[in-house]
């Protein structure tokens, strides 16, 4: 542009100030007005400011609108999938479906009652399976189900879950009919993923029982069982706590644990622990393998004793005369308890024992205890208690029992061995070996006592007794061996004459 002057007057500076800055031609289009004047037509410009952080913060919200939307839309769709999958789930077809599986897993025929799910657990009133004849289990009656399930439980293919709890169940055996059929549905043609699969099954109160007579051959009441399906051994595994523990012939027993392995046709009998039904302190433990579906194989469990009540595991009409608490030992047998699976099971049991460190063993209620108690005038006898040693073998086969090999003894006063039984009518049988020390016959004066026992042999002086009668009258014929004695010197004379007996000898004077 030219040059402009350095100074103007008022009236220039008007002038230029109406007539508004100069339009460049490069910026517009030079027209003709009307009048003939020429002006350059500028187009408007809009204001335009470029901002980054502002789009920046568009797009964002643009996003996290489309975003919300999308998880609105599917938490829409997945209630409505959840909805309708748990209408499915409480359907008719869906709980017959479940049926139908539950007999394909167990074999059994089986009753549901008061089946229902939610999102989280599946639920029923009851469910009773019962198997065919051949197979060792009978029915099987639980109540009170509820099930933690995993999510693809309601597409209906399987149920699954972690965990089921029982409230109660009561389970009965029998012994398997040969023959006869395992299962009441056919087994699964290929096999695949189960249709029915929890890892545990729970339940606190737990009955058992084995076979159909009253009393039942065996029952298990008040117990707590869980059932797992997968263990370390790979193996389905089952741990009992507590119980009642009931075993025709046997005394009440009380179960403290047990831990069972399923192996085929076979049950692994790891641990099963039981103690005396009013002792907590001791136990008898139990281990082996049981084959039910074989009845010509005998089943053998190890017997482990300790501090154990010799009355909880050879019954109340021993401890009658022996009490005390054993420890089981090596001896000429194993310790066993073997039995055939079988209606008639032949139960035999073989345990060999020692007295424990914590007990020392008594021995009462047999008549010529009250004898020698009379003749030596030494109330100890009434009841001689054995410090020294005190072994046998308990022995059990059927209903009867006996203590074989006894061998109990207390230096300087008395010893006591042999056997006693008592059979399934509680008569008593066995004869026992009284021996009693030198110092001890001398000491009691009496004639007919020194001619009655034998010769000293490993420290005492030894005469044999039958025993007889019945565990709650029992007898011996000490008093016969005694009054028939020859005596080794002269006898003083009696009032009728004759051999002082027994009733002159314990007459007060």
Do not use: C
Not at 38 to 56: D, G, L, N, W
Not at 91 to 107: E, I, Q
Not at 233 to 261: F, K, N, T
Not at 496 to 507: C, M
């Amino acid at each position: 542009m030219p040059s402009e002057p350095e100074k103007y007057s008022i009236d220039e500076m008007m002038d230029r100030l109406k007539g508004g800055p100069e339009a460049d031609p490069a910026d517009g289009e030079l027209v003709t007005r009307a009048d003939g004047s020429q002006a350059i037509r500028v187009k408007k410009r809009k204001r335009r400011s470029t901002q980054p952080h502002k789009e920046e913060v568009k797009r964002t919200r643009r996003a996290r609108i489309v975003q919300v939307s999308a998880a609105l839309v599917l938490v829409f769709l997945a209630i409505l999938a959840i909805g309708g999958a748990v209408i499915y789930a409480n359907s008719r077809p869906f709980r017959d479906k479940l049926v139908r599986n539950v007999a394909a897993a167990t074999g059994a025929g089986v009753e549901l009652t008061q089946f229902r799910m939610n999102p989280r657990t599946a639920n029923a009133g009851g469910l009773a399976l019962q198997w065919p004849a051949g197979n060792a289990l009978d029915e099987l009656a639980l109540r009170g189900l509820s099930g933690e399930i995993f999510p693809s439980s309601f597409l209906g293919k399987s149920m699954r879950g972690e965990e089921v709890i029982v409230g109660s169940a009561n389970l009965k055996l029998r012994i398997p009919e040969a023959g006869a059929p395992l299962r009441a549905t056919p087994a699964p043609a290929t096999a695949g993923e189960a249709p029915v699969a929890f890892n545990r099954y729970r339940t606190p109160t737990f009955d058992l029982q084995l076979g159909e007579t009253q009393p039942p051959a065996l029952r298990l009441s008040h117990s707590e069982v869980s059932l797992s399906t997968t263990s370390l051994s790979g193996r389905p595994q089952m741990r009992l706590y507590q119980g009642i523990l009931d075993v025709a012939g046997w005394p009440r027993l009380r179960l403290d644990r047990g831990l069972l392995e399923f192996r085929g046709g076979e049950v692994d009998v790891i641990a099963l622990r039981v103690q005396d039904e009013k002792d907590d302190q001791g136990y008898m433990e139990f281990s082996g393998t049981v084959a039910p579906y074989q009845p010509d194989r005998v089943s053998v469990l190890e017997v482990k004793l300790e501090s154990f009540p010799i009355g909880g595991i050879a019954g109340p009409e021993i401890a009658r005369f022996f009490n005390g608490l054993i420890d089981s030992a090596s001896g000429p047998v194993p310790n066993s308890l073997a039995f055939l699976p079988t209606a008639s099971p032949e139960t035999r049991m073989d345990v060999a024992f020692q007295a424990s460190t914590s007990s020392i063993p008594d021995l009462n209620g047999l008549p010529f205890l009250h004898i020698l108690a009379e003749i030596t005038a030494d109330e100890w006898f009434e009841r001689p208690v054995f410090q020294n040693e005190a072994t046998g073998i308990v022995h059990r086969e059927g209903d009867a029992v006996a203590l074989r090999e006894i061998d109990f003894r207390t230096k300087g006063r008395m010893a006591l061995k042999g056997d006693m039984a008592v059979a399934a009518n509680r008569a008593l049988t066995g004869s026992l070996e009284i021996g009693l020390t030198e110092a001890t016959i001398t000491t009691s004066g009496n004639l007919r006592l020194d001619s009655l026992f034998g010769p000293v042999e490993n420290g005492y002086r030894w005469v044999t007794v039958k025993l007889s009668g019945g565990s709650n009258a029992p007898a011996d014929d000490f008093k016969e061996l005694f009054n028939s004695a020859k005596l080794k010197s002269e006898p003083a004379a009696t009032e009728g004459g004759g051999l002082p007996t027994f009733e002159d000898l314990t007459r007060p004077r």
